[in-house]
Structures are given as structure tokens and as C-alpha cells.
């Protein structure tokens, strides 16, 4: 699984926080969790004002440089004047990612990608993990089946 470097664009983002940490797991089991709640609740459908209504965001970030994360299901929009009780904005800066592919059954090959992305591809690589975001891209790609795909966006510098 090689990456593409690619620069994105800023954008601004709503959508709904969880709180998390990498100890014991914790995330791989809160994330899941989080995306039953929003589907089933239809939550994602109450996000106003979408750029795109076939893409869903799931945005890694403050991270506080230890095992605590924030990680967010949001949606890029178009303005930022109403946001729903118990979403929150944010502003993703313009940065440099390494764009991989992840392929297969969700949640497994997200999950999958992050440990060969951090536990392989990122200590054997050029490049050191970026002050900014990881995101996951979800779109018309991203089904039920096992065939999914999700792009992956980690933010990167040279070493």
C-alpha cells in the first residue's frame, strides 16, 4: 500500500466529536460505536449546508501527543451559520498527506491501514508525522459490502 503525497485545500467541517485514546484499544472500539449511533440516527442527514451529500469525513485530531484524540463525523460545508446542537465546526488548514487507499470489509480495513500506516509505511518512510489531521474520505466508493474503499489522508513533512 504505497501513498500518493498530495496537497489539500482547507475546508470547513461540522459534525459530531468523540473524545478518545489509543490505550487498550479504546478507539477501535469507540469509533465503530460512534459511526452505529450516527447512522442509525440518521445524524450525518442533519449536518446543514453539505458541499457534497455523498461524502463523509471521519477527522483524527488534537491530539495531545501521548494517546488522547478527538476524532469527529463531519461533512465539508458551504457555511458555517447554523450548526445543530451537539455538532461542532472546525477549520481544517491546507496540508500535506499521504493519501492511501484502504480496500476491503469496514470497519477491518480502515483499522488495518492505520496500524500498517503507523506501524510500517511511516517509520520506513521519508517523511514524519505532520501537526495536522488524519482523515478518512467516505463516498459513493465506501458500500456495505467487502469490496469497500476509503481514502486515507495523513498529515506529513519530510524528515
Known amino acids: 500500500m504505497e501513498p500518493k503525497i498530495v496537497m489539500k485545500e482547507g475546508m470547513k467541517v461540522i459534525g459530531i466529536p468523540l473524545e478518545t485514546s489509543v490505550i487498550d484499544g479504546k478507539n477501535f472500539k469507540e469509533i465503530p460505536e460512534l459511526w452505529e449511533r450516527v447512522i442509525k440516527q440518521k445524524l450525518h442527514e442533519k449536518i446543514p449546508n453539505k458541499e457534497n451529500d455523498e461524502v463523509l469525513l471521519g477527522i483524527c485530531m488534537d491530539f495531545d501527543g501521548k494517546d488522547k484524540f478527538t476524532y469527529m463525523i463531519a461533512s465539508p460545508v458551504t457555511s458555517t451559520d447554523e450548526v445543530p446542537e451537539g455538532m461542532v465546526v472546525r477549520e ?29 509505511w511511516l517509520p520506513g518512510s521519508d517523511y514524519k508525522r505532520g501537526c495536522g489531521i488524519d482523515m478518512e474520505w467516505y463516498d459513493e466508493r465506501c458500500t456495505e459490502c467487502a469490496d469497500s474503499e476509503v481514502d486515507i489522508l495523513v498529515s506529513v513533512v519530510k524528515k
Open 92 to 120: 481544517i488548514s491546507t496540508d500535506t498527506y499521504a493519501l492511501f487507499t484502504a480496500k476491503g470489509e469496514m470497519p477491518k480495513c480502515i483499522q488495518d491501514a492505520f496500524k500498517y500506516i503507523y506501524g510500517e
